[in-house]
């Protein structure tokens, strides 16, 4: 089993940054992806970034050239958020992937203020 904790998540008025951070515990031998969905308010939950062991990375466009996903580590994942909007407000979720199974974290809130 893989568990996963989010951090950092909080308020921050439009434009500024944030880094949240998601750390795995259990089977990360197991990992083979790690990344980031959001679901804002009245939204379906939807992917912004995932990044596989070998580093390839995808990003939903609404996020490229603002959010930096990172791993340091085979069970650490990043998300740096930069040039924040308020339409990026919403719970962010951490999501793991092994194989064709996949863990989620609980969720940790970033609010954008206009």
């Known amino acids: 089993q893989v568990q996963l904790v989010e951090s950092g998540g909080g308020l921050v008025q439009a434009g500024g940054s944030l880094r949240i951070s998601c750390a795995a515990s259990?089977?990360?031998?197991?990992?083979?992806?790690m990344g980031w969905y959001r679901q804002g308010p009245g939204k379906e939950r939807e992917l912004v970034a995932l990044i596989a062991d070998g580093g390839t990375t995808v990003y939903a466009d609404s996020v490229k050239g603002r959010f930096t996903c990172s791993r340091m580590s085979k069970n650490t994942v990043y998300l740096q958020m930069n040039s924040l909007k308020p339409e990026d407000t919403g719970v962010y979720y951490c999501?793991?992937?092994?194989?064709?199974?996949?863990?989620w974290g609980q969720g940790t809130l970033v609010t954008v203020s206009s």
């Open positions: 999501n793991a992937r092994m194989g064709s199974y996949e863990r």
């Open positions: 259990g089977s990360i031998f197991s990992i083979n992806a």
